[in-house]
């Protein structure tokens, strides 16, 4: 058994083992479980892809005379903004589009701008247009801006996603007689193609599926600096069916992660533009785990040849939630050959996801441990595990 406050230790004295989760299965597999244990203090996660739930919210500072947005209306760069908090308080969210956006179904296929193109190119230091109106008050006379903003023209900029990390998520095939357009991209008809997203074996909460070791207030890397978890993510939903070592065969848990939005990278943070879809934005988190004894071990250990996905029909049983089985399951190993087996047909498989960058992500976050510029955090709270009462609800 060891302890966070040990670890740290090691951390201050430079004598931490930190393996990334590619490095830890390779030393289970040489060592066995037991003496990994032993050597390892530390495995780090990574994962990048699109996640839809994020956003920011900036506090503009005061204009002369002061005006009163809140309530009113805002644009960065023509995307509409929430203004409705205080004077100058916004949030913009990721999948956000410009006011008068058609969003047509027949989807001609063309770039889209929206909330995640202009957090990137805040992130980037770029300047973009505000544009906002407020009614006017005797405290807040002014009733119209237009200017351009920076990150370091604004006071507070953060970065705040309601849900990140997904653990484990479908496979999106489509058994319909024509294309089809969706947040995995589009899909061929008669199980043209196969679509994921998900860093499998580097995916920070595959490989803590109880959360034993992830919790609120969790210390993370999160868009090329640092973060926290700060609460289970929407949809958080233990309740599914596992494999016999834990492991998820669904989307299951999610976290909510917060962090500075100024101190992070647009190679971290990108704008996304989805064929007939809409837009959303690439975020990298990455998550340490202690190795606090052997069962944590054996998880961050767990290989993308033990991760099953399930196949799931984008056409019908997705859209209409028809509560039928999936087609069936597959391995993270046979996803990343590129192709999988459906009834008797082999199809391509593709990912939103970048492997690479997860294992950058993993990579940097080791070395920022290593170096002693990042201490693990002990969680103020756990997030609801198995049989603790959180359970997906539909909207009837």
Known sequence: MKTIEEINEKIKQGKVVVLTAEEMIELVREKGVKEAAKQVDVVTTGTFGPMCSS??????????PRIKIGGGKCYLNSVECYAGFAAVDIMLGA??????DLRNKEYPGEFRYGGGHVIQELVEGKEVELVAEGYGTDCYPRRYIKTFISLKKINEAVLFNIRNCYQNYNVAVNLSDRPIYTYLGMLKPN???ANFCSAGQLSPLLKDPYYKTIGIGTKIFLGGGIGYVAWWG?????????????IPKFPAGTLAVIGDLKQMSSEFLVGVSIV???VSLAVGVGVPIPILNEEIARWTAVSDEEIFAPVVDYSKDYPEVTGKPPL???SYKQLRLGEIEIAGKKVPTGSLSSYAKAKKIATILKNWIKSGKFFLTKPVAKLPSVGEGVKYKFLS
């Open 55 to 64: 956003g920011i919210y900036l506090n503009l500072g005061h204009t002369k």
């Open 95 to 100: 999948t956000a589009l410009p006011e008068g």
């Open 191 to 193: 199980l043209g193609n």
């Open 234 to 246: 929407t949809q958080h939903n233990p309740e599914v069916p596992r494999t016999e070592l834990g």
């Open 276 to 278: 007939g879809y809409g």
């Open 328 to 330: 069936c399951f597959v």
